[in-house]
DNA sequence: TTATATTAGTCAAAAAATGACAAGTCTAAA
DNA sequence: TTTAGACTTGTCATTTTTTGACTAATATAA
């Protein structure tokens, strides 16, 4: 599910309107409902404050936020899936090297 | 192995100066030197002229660059592993569904 | 209808990416 | 030890992208 999905979810859950989501991160109406669309991205911080409005867990909201921007960057490339997978591991080592 | 170490080996190999290729991008060579250090990303187009005049495949230096910028992308989040693994399913269903 | 919620389209402002330029370091040959 | 060439560093301007406000449109319900 993508984040502007989840948000959507969250949000009718607690019968909550966009545009009061829209006044707790000051920007208007149509900007919020293009986040929830996945028109246009959130910002970062808008996340983290999306998570205490919607009284959920942050790393979800995050992981989900995260994932649709490397969807977003990688969906046109035939080669997305090596790329994806070469970063994981990229990822994995520089991890491992942290520890040391 | 990142972009830029992999652009600077097959430059190498073939006895080219940063010089000599940054003329065929058409940018000066303080920028070349930038992407290869990975400093500075290369733009698409300049990937894509980089594979013919090093005559390299041209899928791994797509990859490699991609890979870079996935990587970039997600470094600095601790739910990068998990966005990564999201992102690589919603790749494979979207695959699917162009195939219907 | 009328009021409210959401969406669509356009444009300006802000932020980030890109590139040029000047000056620096480093190495090797003279 | 100079000199020349290859490469790097730092800064600033330009271009591109992102973000947001505004207006207007659509949809839905009372």
Redesign the interface.
């Known amino acids: 599910m993508s984040f502007g999905q989840r948000i959507k979810e969250l949000r009718e859950n607690k019968k909550l309107l966009q545009r009061h989501l829209a006044a707790s991160l000051e920007i208007d109406t149509p900007m919020f409902s293009k986040i929830e669309r996945g028109e246009r991205k959130a910002k970062r911080e808008q996340v983290l404050k999306l998570a205490k409005l919607l009284e959920t867990d942050v790393?979800e909201l995050?992981?989900?936020w995260?994932?649709?921007?490397?969807?977003d960057?990688?969906?046109d490339?035939?080669?997305?899936?090596?790329?994806?997978?070469?970063?994981?591991t990229?990822?994995?080592y520089?991890k491992i090297e942290k520890q040391l």
Do not use: M
């Not at 035939?78 to 994981?88: L, P, Q, R, Y």
């Open positions: 790393d995050l992981t989900a995260l994932a649709d921007k490397i969807y960057l990688v969906k490339e035939t080669t997305a899936v090596n790329a994806i997978k070469v970063a994981e990229t990822l994995k520089s």
